[in-house]
């Protein structure tokens, strides 16, 4: 049964720390989603990758916020120094782009999300 | 840019009533659309897509969804619904030449007995 994972699930830590979320996706999928959700904002796509090469990191706060690929099988996203206004359950989500001059659309499959508390 | 809108923020109804969650979106552009559901502490799945074809789209547990492009909607319904059916239910749209998908701010199902 193939899925997202994401880890760790919860992560509490004490403003100004830096915080790592892995995910790792579905093999064989081509790309994968970070996307923040809290209650206010709802869910924001923060940044995505195709062939492991971001394609668009707009929604990504450039100053504290990273996103990498270091190969085709782990997805990260560090936040350095994390604020109380980054608490919020962050979801990685992966798919399969279609082949090129075809439509772009991929199903994207969901992880279970880490949990992050910045005190 | 294409935006979601999604009408109820909650919809409260009674075991086996009928449901229907509604959805509008904006787009100068093709659009395919989305319904996704997220259980408590858990990440989003698909429920149902519409990429072509006939409008009508349907899952396998019961809901359908029917995009009418002249109304720019894509309203979820169900029958009879489920205690099983609470959860959280997200309208979404991306661009047929793009990749992004744009969420609406969800409508929380809730199924009283």
């Known amino acids: 049964d193939a899925r997202v994972t994401q880890t760790p699930r919860h992560k509490v830590t004490e403003m100004g720390q830096e915080v790592t979320m892995r995910c790792q996706p579905i093999?064989?999928?081509?790309?994968v989603f970070w996307y923040r959700q809290t209650m206010m904002q709802g869910l924001e796509l923060l940044a995505y990758f195709r062939n492991r090469a971001p394609l668009d990191d707009s929604g990504m706060p450039k100053d504290r916020f990273s996103a990498e690929m270091p190969d085709a099988t782990l997805a990260t996203l560090k936040i350095q120094p994390s604020e109380p206004r980054d608490s919020a359950v962050y979801f990685c989500?992966?798919?399969?782009?279609?082949?090129?001059?075809?439509?772009?659309?991929?199903?994207?499959?969901f992880g279970p999300g880490t949990r992050l508390l910045v005190l | 840019a294409q935006s979601v809108t999604q009408l109820d923020s909650q919809v409260p109804v009674f075991e086996e009533a009928p449901v229907e969650l509604r959805c509008n979106y904006s787009s100068s552009v093709s659009v395919y659309l989305f319904w996704y559901v997220q259980y408590p502490n858990q990440g989003l799945q698909l429920l149902l897509k519409y990429l072509s074809g006939s409008t009508l789209v349907e899952s396998i547990n019961g809901f359908e969804a029917e995009f009418n492009k002249s109304q720019t909607s894509f309203h979820l319904r169900k029958p009879s619904v489920h205690i099983s059916d609470t959860a959280e239910y997200f309208c979404?749209?991306?661009?047929?030449?793009?990749?992004?998908?744009?969420f609406g701010q969800g409508t929380e199902l809730s199924v009283k007995p």
């Open positions: 093999l064989g999928h081509n790309t």
């Open positions: 989500a992966s798919g399969l782009a279609g082949l090129a001059g075809g439509p772009r659309q991929e199903t994207q499959y």
């Open positions: 979404a749209v991306s661009e047929v030449q793009g990749g992004k998908l744009i």
